[in-house]
């Protein structure tokens, strides 16, 4: 605020200044030209008109070079804005021009217009006509006053003449009586020694006090003209030649004498301004081009002023907008006055109190976030919507063991650089609700983490992607745990059954045999065949278990999946009489990606269920089809059913409700579609029989 107080003051001395030396030099140039013109010898009168044009056409020749100055400079300020892109300048630049074509152009007009009339006019005012009006007048006075001349030149010769031959002392006398009878205003005789006699008609010249003649104009016959009070005074005398000299004169009428005034006056005027005629004519044509200047000035201020009202609200909002869009924090606009633009400004105002509170509620959710996320246990990455940055919280943090993470964004691909290459080919590549189980090695040791990747956004707008990881170490530890409890639960409950059995057999022997019955022949060999079945049975459990246990990791290939179910479908054709097995697959689109050898298993252990269970007449039908990436293959029969209220204890290793068997079929089913990243579950069909499906994703992994 001081600095442009301190500026605005400096242009007011400076422009004071140059106002002073401005009136200075149009001083000095008018005192030279004064000095010129009276070196000349112009009049005083005829001076004071030049120089008043002279004034007047210095003044117009400063207002236009000004006033020019100031629309150059401003139109060239506006087209070096606009040339830098500043914000309002190509609206100015069109309103400037379009007050500047409509005003110019009729400024011109009527200062081409005003130039031609006062042309037309100065023509008419100085043409031959009036000229010669003027002339005439001039002359017509002038030759009044001669003619008063001669005829009181003519009426002292003729008194002369008669007084020549008049005694000296009668001379007064017949003056008088000469003046009396004739038709003289006034009658003088005068001697060596000075006047003799005057006489002066008392109605014209009672009051008048003529000018003395002197020694020198009387010493020979002449006249005088005289302008004493408001009347012209006509004198003319003639010497008698005996020192004596005869005085005739005439006084005008007041009237006479203002007329004859004012038509050498008007005739002097007209040839003052016929010899300035030029000098004015350009001074008018300055005049009006100074008017047409102004009105221009004023327009173009005009739309300057009113441009500015209009952009520089806009260029704050504009400026505010871009100090936002740097980080800058969310500041109101003044709101200047109460048009449209106000509004304007009043409503962005309004949405920056808006944003203001929206800013405070988001930091106010971030914060809470932020706690939530830090206590919660499982890891939540987030990333950008290009997947090329992401930060955690500190559960992610310390899962990943990269604390990098939550102290800012640290590009996804240095996470490889950590050996998590696995999990950045995850994040990279997976579609939103993609699931998955993965173990990682940070810091050398596995670590086992299911992952869920999620986009946020609506529709297929996505604004970001949300990973959450889930550590499952200690859990898929308890759950094998609990599964070779299970197992070896289930193989003890399994081998007990058949040991007793034998140790009974064993103890019949035994006991036959301390005793030396006489059925031992026969006891011996039966309980033999009995452990001997026993342990075939044992061997087969065993067998079973070794199975599951070592069942390969899935390797996932492209196959023809119509091909690969014809092939398993056409060995079961005709393996029970009166059971149909029919392929209803819809797989010609596209490959799916399965491992074939472990995939087989699946379909193979499915239908000897379903062949099992059914019975003549019957039919078993495999289908096959796509619901959207998942392949769903279905295996349905027409037996009597679920055996068991819950299905999924069909499921679990060495259950069997069929009284034979080892049990462990669904249990490798249910293994191999669950690596292969799928479901397995049985139902019933309305009408009888199950309905087993399977859903693994058939695209490549």
Request: net charge positive; glycine share 8%.
């Amino acid at each position: 605020m001081r600095s442009w107080r301190r500026s605005w003051l400096r242009l007011r001395r400076q422009g004071r200044f140059l106002l002073g030396v401005y009136l200075v030099l149009v001083a000095l140039g008018a005192a030279l030209y004064a000095l010129i013109a009276r070196l000349r010898e112009v009049p005083a009168e005829e001076l004071t008109n030049r120089l008043l044009v002279f004034l007047l056409t210095l003044f117009d020749l400063t207002l236009m070079v000004v006033v020019l100055f100031v629309l150059l400079r401003s139109v060239f300020k506006l087209f070096v804005e606009r040339r830098l892109g500043i914000i309002g300048s190509r609206f100015r630049m069109k309103l400037l021009v379009s007050y500047l074509l409509l005003i110019l152009v009729p400024a011109v007009l009527i200062s081409l217009l005003a130039t031609s009339l006062f042309s037309h006019l100065a023509s008419s005012w100085f043409s031959a006509p009036v000229e010669a009006v003027v002339q005439a007048g001039a002359s017509l006075a002038e030759g009044v006053r001669r003619e008063s001349e001669e005829r009181s030149l003519r009426c002292a010769q003729a008194m002369a003449a008669h007084l020549s031959a008049v005694e000296p002392r009668r001379r007064a006398a017949e003056l008088e009586r000469l003046h009396f009878s004739g038709k003289n205003h006034l009658s003088a005789l005068f001697g060596e020694n000075g006047p003799v006699v005057e006489l002066l008609e008392p109605m014209r010249t009672a009051a008048l006090r003529l000018p003395s003649l002197t020694a020198s104009e009387l010493s020979h016959a002449g006249t005088r003209v005289d302008r004493v009070s408001r009347v012209l005074v006509v004198r003319a005398w003639v010497p008698l030649g005996d020192g004596a000299v005869v005085v005739c004169g005439e006084v005008w009428r007041e009237d006479v004498t203002a007329a004859q005034a004012r038509l050498a006056q008007a005739a002097a005027s007209y040839q003052a301004l016929k010899l300035q005629r030029p000098a004015i004519t350009a001074t008018l044509v300055l005049s009006f081009g100074g008017i047409a200047l102004v009105v221009v000035f004023a327009a173009v201020w005009t739309g300057l002023y009113l441009s500015r009202s209009f952009t520089e609200p806009l260029m704050a909002l504009a400026a505010t907008t871009a100090a936002v869009a740097e980080g800058a924090e969310l500041a109101e606009v003044p709101v200047p006055g109460e048009d449209e633009v106000a509004l304007l400004v009043a409503s962005f105002n309004s949405m920056v109190r808006r944003l203001r509170a929206q800013e405070q509620e988001l930091r106010a959710t971030v914060a809470r976030l932020d706690a939530v996320l830090g206590a919660i246990r499982a890891g939540i990455l987030w990333l950008d919507r290009e997947r090329s940055a992401v930060r955690g919280n500190p559960a992610a943090a310390a899962m990943l063991g990269l604390p990098a993470l939550c102290e800012g964004s640290v590009p996804l691909a240095k996470l490889a650089d950590h050996g998590l290459g696995r999990l950045v080919e995850v994040i990279s590549s997976a579609a939103s609700g993609y699931r998955s189980s993965l173990t990682l090695y940070p810091g050398g040791a596995p670590k086992h983490l299911e992952v869920t990747v999620v986009a946020l956004g609506r529709g297929l707008e996505v604004s970001g992607w949300v990973v959450a990881l889930e550590d499952i170490t200690q859990l898929l530890r308890a759950q094998r745990q609990a599964a070779w409890s299970e197992v070896a639960r289930q193989i003890a409950h399994q081998i007990k059954n058949p040991l007793t059995p034998i140790r009974l057999a064993a103890e019949r022997i035994a006991r036959h045999f301390a005793q030396n019955r006489d059925d031992l022949g026969e006891v011996i060999p039966a309980g033999c065949r009995a452990i001997v079945d026993h342990v075939r049975s044992m061997q087969e459990l065993l067998d079973a278990f070794s199975r599951y246990a070592k069942l390969p990791p899935v390797q996932r290939r492209p196959v023809d999946g119509e091909e690969f179910l014809q092939q398993v479908v056409r060995l079961y054709q005709g393996v029970k009489p009166g059971v149909e097995v029919k392929l209803e697959a819809s797989l010609a689109q596209r490959r799916v990606w399965l491992d074939r050898d472990l995939f087989r298993q699946v379909v193979v252990n499915l239908l000897d269920n379903a062949l099992e269970a059914s019975t003549p007449p019957g039919e078993v039908v495999v289908r096959a089809f796509w619901e959207g990436e998942e392949m769903v293959l279905e295996v349905l029969d027409r037996g009597p059913g679920l055996p068991v209220e819950d299905p999924e204890l069909l499921f679990q290793p060495f259950f069997s409700s069929k009284g034979r068997g080892s049990g462990v079929g669904l249990a490798v089913v249910l293994r191999i579609v669950t690596d292969h990243g799928g479901t397995v579950r049985l139902e019933p069909r309305e009408g009888g029989g199950v309905r087993a499906v399977v859903r693994i994703p058939g695209g490549e992994p």
